[in-house]
Each structure stands twice: as C-alpha cells, then as structure tokens.
C-alpha cells in the first residue's frame, strides 16, 4: 500500500518512470478496489504516454482519461473535462500520471483545489541515473520546481532508479544512499522501492520497501 | 571509469554535442526533438555556453552559420518541417565550407505531416538539402550510445573536410531511454586557419562567404569541394553487417528501423530462412562498397524504410542490376513491426 488517499499523483523528472509505475499502480489498486481511474495528464510529451497502453487497463476494467487528441497525431495539449468531473468524483481511486518536470506539473495546478479537498497523495518517482537530476541536490531542485508549478505538496518518494534492461539487483541497491540523502534533504519518506519483477528476489530484504514492477513501456522490437 | 546513465535519444544528442565541445546552439521547439533544446537550455547556462531560441527556424540556422563562420562548434536541431525551414542557410554553409552540426529528428511528412516517427527525409538529407550542388555528411544512429559516438565523429569530420554534417535520427531514437556511458571523444577540435575569429592586425582579414559572381571563379570552388566529397566517398562509408556470412537475403535498413529489422532476420533464421542485414550507419556517403561485396553473393536485397521507398534507390544504384531488390516500408509515421518485416522475409525466402 503506497497511499491511502483518494487521490495519488505520480510526479518526476522526464523519463524517470512515471508513467510505467502509474500503470502498475492502477493494476495494483484495481486489485482491491472496484472503480479505479488512471488520468493521463501528460501534456508535455505526446510519446510514450500512459494513453499509449489503453488496452492494458482496459482489459482490467480501469477507466483511463487521457489529453482528448492523445493517440492522434496532432499535437494540440488539451485536457479533458471529465477530469474536472472524475476528482472528487465516485472513483475510489484516482491516478493521476503527471507530465515530466515543472513544465509537464503545471497542469496539475488548475485542479490543485479540488485535488485538495479529495485528499491526495503525490509521489516524487526519482530515478538516480537519469543525468539531470544526478544528484540529491539535483532532485530536490527539480522536485521544488515541480510543487511551486503544481501547487502541490509531495508528500513521499518512490526510488525507481534503474537503467532499462542493463538493470540488475546492483543497480537499485547502489541507489540507497542517494535515495536516502534525496529524501533528507526534502523531508520526505521513501515510500517504496520499484523493482522489475525477475529481479525482486535477487534485490530481497537488501531494499526496503519492494515493489515488484512489470515493464509496460517498451520498444517495437522487444514486443 | 565512465558512468552509466539513462537518457533519452534526444538528451544524449544534446550532451554529446557538450561532451564534444559544442556549446553553442541555436533552435526552435518542434516535436519530436524538443528535449534537445530543453536538454541544452538547462546545461548551457550552467557552463558558459549560449542556448538561443531563435524567432524562426531559418533564423537559427543562419545564426548556425555565423558562429561556425568564428571557428567555434556550434549546431542546431529540428524536426523535418522545420530542417525544411533550415535549408538555405544549411546551403550557405555548404556553399562558404563551414563545418557544422544539424540534427534532424524526423517525424512524418510531407506538410506538417505528423509527429510519429518516419524517415521520409532520407532523399532530403542525401540529395536536397537546400539548392546548388553540394552534399553534407548524413550519419544515421541506431541506439542511444550510438548517438554519442556519431555526434563526436560528425563534428570531427565536419570540421576535416569543411563541410556541414547532419545527424539524421527520427521520433522513436529521439524519444526513446537506453543506458549510456558517457565517455569523452577521443579527438579534439581541428586547426581553424581559414575561420573569421579576428584577425588582430597579425594577418589578412578571413571572409566567408558563398557568391562568386565570376561563373569560372564559383565552378572552381564547386570542383574543389567536389574533390573533398570524392575523398569523402573513399574513406568515410560506414555499415555494420549482421548475419550477412551466410546470407541470401540481404535486408538493408538504418536507424530505428534496423533494429526491427534486426529482431525478424534472426526469427527468420530460426523458421530456416538465411537472412541477414546490412545497416547504413553513413547514408552520405552512402556505404556503396558494402553492398557491392554482396550483390553477387546473396538472392536478392530488400529495403525496409519508414518512407514509400527512398533509401531502395541507393541500394539499386549499388546493386547495379546484380540482384533483385525489394521494398517495404509503412509511412506517416507507422512503425513496421517485426512480424509485417518478417512476413516479407519469408515471402521472398520460398
């Protein structure tokens, strides 16, 4: 259980993981509740969104809203609003798969009232090998910009710290002490700790707070 | 030792270009290439390097020119409607031999097209990239860790033979996350004698400039470059050959396609069908000499592009008649999966 809140929002740095975890999270939480919704409000990027794996959530009974020209090939970032009527709404869980950076939270901050009032979780997805957010100090920089954009507070972070297929169990467990000095430095928990499913045993009681994961988001040539 | 990151197509040819020594960019937002000018907005300021978003697509460009013109290595980054935009200046710097750096991320087209993957530029990049006689250097990466290494060797030869090079990506390398180690690049930058840096009153004053109103004056320096291009087409073909040993069925493709090609040559050999792939890695010069050494050895080439058929032109003016070459493409930004290539395989295996 990462959240017990209406509301979870999964937030981070361009391609830290956020859409692949907000995918396993919805199947996770539809295990346990009945109406679960994912909102895609990645505006920013029109590749490799949650949208692009519909049938997926679909199959599970998960209702998925996403930016109303996702999947065309326009363009054109306009939200959907359903999603004013979904928060808030008779969802017993909402999931929402924010855009990378400040640039992709800042359309959260237009519902961040209404988030509010639902109750919300939101979790900071970091990944300690993606270059620009290298650092602690790094991720907590952009983890500020994203709660000033968003009008938001973080209230946890999940370690997704790994590097595609070349991950292995050495890959997450050299992520502790940055996960550690990252959530010291911003005050938060460290919720949980995603693993790609064949690797969980091998990472075993050495990471706290497992949290096996299937890999949704891949190339053609992989499928 | 050099550590291992995560990065997006489109980041890794931002920070090679910065690991190369290249801080000076010039651009103009356009999906989906975008984190290139992202990337370079938040690293350029940081170590003293210019990032300018340019009021139009032509202006960057033109801004390209002038600061390659002072010797220092610079680039730009678009998506195909815009490298459109780009092509007249592109065509100066071809024209007063300043090397440069232009990255093409190319999405579907013609028009705005969409903003799928596609490589419908290939006859763009290898024949027209703006008016008057003149070609750049077109090297073409099929992985992230590619991309570092051909952005190094674009700047590298750019600036040996004076002229522009292009790196020629499309939306699925761009968007895409692989691991990468970032390693510096093994050569540094060239002597500039000819480059408009000042001349401090030590020597005559450099021009660069591309109109020669004397026809006999512009068809010398139209010679003169042509015989770099020639010394080009001899020492800078590049190809990576896969599986080919044995091959009957030579499957040319580059770029992300490769590796979809790469998956169904190799479930083609497992249902028994000898198949094997030849990947461009340089599309200008176009690796004629790889594909010569097996017109004669296998049944038959086929082309898998995501274009109506361009780069197949190149293999049938390289092939030259020897073998027959076959053609299979999806455009607009359609992705072929590894059955539809495989399907095609096999057909032309029975």
Known sequence: MVSEKNIIIVCGHYGSGKTNFSINLALREREKYEKVLLIDMDIVNPYFRS??????????????ISPIYAG????????????????????????????????????????????????????????????????????????????????????GIVNNSHLGEYTG???????????????????????CTAVKRDIADECGPSVSGLYPIDIHVIPPWKE | MSKRVLMKGNEAL??????????????????PQTEVAAYMSKRLPKIGGVYLQAESELAASNMLLGAAASGIRAMTSSSSPGISLKTEAISYMAGS????????????????GGIQPSQADYFQATR?????????????????????DLVYLAFDRAEEYRVPAMILADGMLGQMMEPVVIEKPQTSAHEK?????????VRKHNIINSLYLQAEELENRVVERYRRYEAIKAKEQRAEEYLMDDAEIAVVAYGATSRIVKAAVKEARERGVKAGCIRPITLWPYPTDTIVKYRDKVKCFLSVEMS?????????????????????????????EPGEVLDKIMELGR
């Not at chain 2, 027209?128 to 570092?148: C, R, W, Y």
């Open chain 1, 51 to 64: 949208s692009d794996y519909a049938d997926v959530l679909d199959k599970k009974g998960i209702d998925i």
């Open chain 2, 193 to 201: 004698p000819w480059a408009a840096n000042g001349h401090k009153n």
């Open chain 2, 308 to 336: 109506m058929g361009q780069m197949v032109e190149d293999v049938r003016l390289a092939v030259n008649g020897a073998a027959p070459v076959e053609f299979y493409g999806r455009t607009g930004g359609v992705i072929p």
């Open chain 2, 97 to 112: 031999d300043v090397p440069a750096l232009i990255i093409n991320v190319q999405r579907g087209g013609p028009g705005l």
């Open chain 2, 14 to 31: 931002a920070e090679a270009a910065i690991q190369a020594g290249c801080i000076h960019f010039f651009g103009y937002p356009i999906t």
């Open chain 1, 72 to 155: 065309s090939t326009l363009d054109i970032p306009a939200l959907s609003p359903r999603i004013d009527a979904a928060i808030g709404g008779g969802y017993q869980k909402v999931i929402i798969d924010a855009g990378g950076d400040d640039a992709g939270a800042t359309a959260l901050g237009r519902f961040s009232e209404r988030i509010e009032r639902a109750g919300y979780d939101m979790l900071y997805v970091a990944n300690m090998y993606r270059p620009l957010v290298g650092t602690p100090e790094k991720g907590a920089e952009v983890l500020r910009e994203i709660e000033a954009a968003s009008r938001l507070k973080a209230t």
């Open chain 1, 169 to 191: 169990a050495d890959t997450v467990r050299l992520s502790s002490d940055y996960i550690r000095e990252l959530s010291e430095l911003v005050g938060l928990p460290v919720v």
């Open chain 2, 128 to 148: 027209a990239l703006g008016h008057g006689d003149f070609q750049v250097l077109v090297f073409a990466p099929s992985t992230v860790q590619e991309i570092m």
